[in-house]
């Protein structure tokens, strides 16, 4: 299990940018299959982008395919998503999820909310019209 804190939500006028951030501590080599969801309100939770610490792969929804940007650092165990071209549709709870690799040494199905032990506490992004 690994502690997740995020930051950098916050208002953001349509077509702006924002970044989140989120740190893990503790045993973050074995949890090492880490992404973003998001929740609207009254809407299910959806998985945004993922990212493979050790691999570097990376994948992203096709809401937010060549708008939103996943990457590593420039912290030790920090991953970010640099979200651009926002939308109102984008307002939610954004948050930071680690989870453990199979057995067999590969990041399972990252869209699966139940791959993924550790979940932060929750960014909020509103994006205005």
């Known amino acids: 299990q690994v502690q997740l804190v995020e930051s950098g939500g916050g208002p953001v006028q349509a077509g702006g940018s924002l970044t989140l951030s989120c740190e893990a501590s503790?045993?973050?080599?074995?949890?090492?299959?880490m992404g973003w969801f998001r929740q609207a309100p009254e809407k299910d939770r959806e998985a945004v982008a993922f990212?493979?610490?050790?691999?570097?792969?990376?994948a992203y929804a096709d809401s937010v395919k060549g708008r939103f940007a996943i990457s590593q650092g420039p912290a030790q165990n920090t991953i970010n998503l640099r979200m651009s071209s926002l939308k109102p549709e984008d307002t939610a709870m954004y948050y930071c999820?680690?989870?453990?690799?199979?057995?067999?040494?590969?990041?399972?199905?990252?869209?699966?909310?139940?791959?993924?032990?550790?979940w932060g506490q929750g960014t909020q992004v509103t994006v205005s019209s």
């Open positions: 503790g045993d973050t080599y074995r949890s090492s299959c």
């Open positions: 999820v680690a989870g453990m690799r199979s057995p067999g040494g590969y990041c399972p199905l990252w869209t699966n909310e139940r791959n993924y032990g550790s």
């Open positions: 990212i493979d610490t050790r691999r570097g792969s990376s």
